[in-house]
């Protein structure tokens, strides 16, 4: 094969061959946009299958009702720091550490943030029927971040 194209590329003259080079390099530069649309087409539509899991995930998470979850299974220690931790995650609050204060309650230290999410998280485990016993809101170097502490009861170990 490649004999026969070497054979048919030197009979052409010159002039030929600058024609056919040309041809050449002109439809491939024809083409690029086209293989450029369709690689971007691609994309789009794997972007569009990417997106529509996740919002069927984030769906299912949203339709878990953490509450139930903890209310459905004895209140161990481990349970209530996940229970606390998710909730704290959902309002945008990290739990810094977990200090144990006796035999049924939990001290939870968050980074800095926003004090509503602090009081939002103390309502919503009072709803799932957590007793919140100690709250400490203490404002972080001038700023609008608070550092929040609970004393959570309902652990066992």
Not at 9 to 29: D, N
Not at 61 to 82: F, K, N, W
Not at 88 to 109: I, T
Request: aromatic share 6%; proline share 3%; charged share 25%.
């Amino acid at each position: 094969m490649r004999e026969s194209f070497e054979a048919f590329w030197r009979a052409r003259t010159e002039r030929e061959r600058l024609l056919l080079s040309a041809t050449l390099w002109l439809s491939l530069l024809a083409a690029a946009p086209a293989l450029v649309w369709q690689s971007a087409s691609h994309y789009r539509s794997e972007a569009k299958q990417r997106l529509q899991r996740a919002e069927a995930l984030h769906a299912q998470a949203v339709a878990i009702d953490p509450a139930a979850l903890v209310a459905a299974r004895p209140r161990t220690e481990q349970d209530l720091q996940d229970f606390v931790g998710a909730r704290a995650l959902g309002l945008a609050m990290s739990v810094a550490r977990v200090e144990r204060q006796g035999p049924d309650r939990l001290r939870f230290v968050f980074e800095p943030g926003d004090s509503l999410a602090a009081l939002r998280l103390v309502e919503a485990l009072t709803q799932a029927g957590l007793s919140v016993d100690r709250v400490a809101l203490v404002r972080v170097d001038g700023s609008n971040l608070v550092a929040a502490e609970l004393d959570v009861l309902g652990a066992r170990s």
